[in-house]
Nanobody, 127 residues
Framework: VQLQASGGGLVQPGGTLRLSCTAS????????VGWFRQAPGKEREGVSC????????DYADSVKGRFTISRDNAKNMVYLLINSLKSEDTAVYYC?????????????????????WGQGTQVTVSS
């Protein structure tokens, strides 16, 4: 496993979590990094990504205004701050890096564009 996601847990609706992603064998700021989630019975979806070059970001419409992706290059980390959690945010969250394909600018949110994945961290929103 080249990436590791952490920070999930059980949180009440309206709460906040910060997910972390780190890589053990390469430098994350060289590649676009995405956060994805997969709820039971649903397909994996891209919720946010951050580019390699200018750290531009992109978000799924369902999370805009609540999710914030960021990098800490000194720590080789990418974070996903999740505010105002809703029950529909319950899912396993994965981080991934797009290593093989070159993205000069921007970042993709499609699952198939990413080739290095972490193991996932469970986020459960429940009262």
């Amino acid at each position: 496993v080249q990436l590791q996601a952490s920070g999930g847990g059980l949180v009440q609706p309206g709460g906040t979590l910060r997910l972390s992603c780190t890589a053990s064998v390469f430098t994350l700021d060289n590649y676009p990094v995405g956060w994805f989630r997969q709820a039971p019975g649903k397909e994996r979806e891209g919720v946010s990504c951050i580019s390699r070059s200018d750290s531009s970001t992109d978000y799924a419409d369902s999370v805009k205004g609540r999710f914030t992706i960021s990098r800490d290059n000194a720590k080789n980390m990418v974070y996903l701050l999740i505010n105002s959690l809703k029950s529909e945010d319950t899912a396993v969250y994965y981080c991934a890096a797009a290593v093989t394909k070159w993205f000069r600018f921007g970042c993709p949110r499609e699952v198939y564009e990413y080739d290095y994945w972490g193991q996932g961290t469970q986020v459960t929103v429940s009262s």
